[in-house]
């Protein structure tokens, strides 16, 4: 059943990196053959078999022998992970939950591959991250330990949010952050509330001196490289969303379990 699961999120993935690839440039994603970006020749079916056709292609064009971008394998991947593990954690919540978080993952990664690519966060993309967190909301659902959106509190989080990264943004002269992290910061204090921010910011933090610290062991970058400090937030919003919500519900099961067993003595 997971793997099931893992493979609808495969092909999911494969729309996805689609998107990813068609966004920056203007282009329309609803429709439209895939064509390869280097010789222009239309692909078949079975080129486009997610992760299975780049293994057997050995990541080249079939028709032109070019090499295919990784990112495409890659995006598909961390669909898969994406809808297999939030079927894990999010899906016993119930299926328009799962459904929703899908969806809102899924845009993370769309925002974090366009920003590892191009350095970009799509302001389209975030619009409609607010736009379905709004909808849930007004449709009666509700995120666990978010707040509400429509609240002065969340309002006040994402405008405080915000401020910090366009301060860090103005005086660093726009040298350590963008003003799309900024704008990204203010949508994540507005739909996950304030610590959950924090918690997902100071991730994205670890992340990128993980990163940092990679590419200057491996010689590949140094501290001047530029590195896409968005993508790692969504890579962080992405993961403690998946894992947050299962794991603190564990941990307070196993204190349900401990106050039960310390009453009956
Ligand atoms: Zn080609």
Redesign the pocket.
């Known amino acids: 059943m997971t793997l099931l699961i893992f493979l609808i999120g495969l092909a999911v993935g494969s729309f996805v990196g689609v998107v990813i690839h068609r966004l920056p440039k203007g282009e329309q994603f609803v429709s439209g053959r895939s064509r ?6 239309a692909l078949k079916w079975y080129d486009l078999v997610p992760v299975l056709s780049f293994l057997i292609l050995l990541g080249r ?6 090499k295919i971008s990784w990112s495409y394998p890659a995006i598909e991947i961390c669909s898969g992970i994406i809808v297999a593990v939030s079927f894990f954690f999010l899906s016993p919540y119930g299926l328009a939950y799962w459904l929703f978080w899908v969806f809102i993952l899924e845009s993370f990664l769309i925002l974090a591959f366009i920003d590892l690519k191009h350095f970009i966060l799509a302001d389209s993309v975030m619009v409609v991250i607010l736009a379905a967190f709004a909808c849930y909301e007004i449709w009666g659902g509700k995120v666990a330990g978010a707040g509400s959106i429509f609240s002065f509190g969340n309002l006040a989080n994402a405008v405080l949010l915000f401020l910090i990264f366009f301060l860090i943004w103005s005086f660093s002269n726009g040298k350590g952050i963008g003003l799309g992290d900024a704008k990204l910061a203010g949508l994540l204090g507005l739909v996950f509330g304030f610590w959950n921010s924090v918690f997902i910011l100071y991730l994205a933090v670890i992340i990128g001196v993980a990163v940092g610290l990679i590419l200057i062991f491996s010689g590949k970058g140094s501290l001047k490289t530029k590195l896409p400090f968005g993508a790692f937030i969504c890579f962080s919003a992405i993961v403690s969303t998946l894992f947050n919500y299962g794991v603190s519900e564990r941990i307070a099961e196993f204190f349900r379990q401990l106050i039960f067993k310390v009453n009956l003595f």
């Open positions: 390869c970006p280097d010789c222009g020749h064009c079939r028709y032109c022998r070019n």
